[in-house]
């Protein structure tokens, strides 16, 4: 009558189905770390991190304070950031304030935005740097 499975098969395909679905972790405005974050899914982060964080890509919000080094393939920053980035493709809005270097390949950054640090494209393999630099309108006709 009922149809009994094997409960690590089962949890095994979730696993397997969740980590091909672009799955993404939040912490909320109430949340605070201290520790290194690893992930291997998309994160957003809108409470506090003291520590470093190492995700495919990351959001963070305009409330969200983080404390440490990022490295990420793509970020999205709005909060406020004490230590360094490290990104393929980053986006800083004007709300962010970064204090500490940046390591792109790819950057963005919003009028208003505030950043205390170096910039520095990243290198290719032959020590050659493509480096691509947008400035973002806050004119979205212009």
């Known amino acids: ?3 009994k499975t094997n409960d690590s098969a089962r949890n095994t395909t979730t696993r397997n ?3 091909s679905s672009g799955t993404f972790s939040i912490l909320g ?3 605070a770390i201290t520790g290194d974050i690893s992930a291997t899914a998309d994160l957003h982060v809108d409470g ?3 520590g470093d964080i190492t995700c495919a ?4 919000g305009e409330s969200s304070i ?3 080094a990022i490295r990420a393939d793509s970020a999205r920053l709005a909060g406020k950031l004490t230590g360094s980035i490290t990104a ?4 800083i809005l004007r709300s962010a304030h970064i204090d500490g270097d940046v390591t792109y390949e790819a950057l963005t950054i919003e009028q208003g935005a505030r950043v205390d ?3 520095a494209p990243q290198g290719t393999e032959d020590g050659a740097a493509e480096t691509r630099l947008t400035l973002a309108s806050s004119n979205p006709s212009a």
Request: hydrophobic fraction near 40%; avoid cysteine; proline fraction near 0%.
């Open 29 to 31: 405005a109430d949340t």
């Open 48 to 50: 506090s991190v003291e």
């Open 17 to 19: 189905s969740a980590s």
């Open 117 to 119: 640090g170096r910039f």
């Open 57 to 60: 890509t990351l959001v963070q």
């Open 1 to 3: 009558m009922f149809n």
């Open 88 to 91: 393929k493709e980053l986006v």
């Open 66 to 68: 983080i404390t440490g």
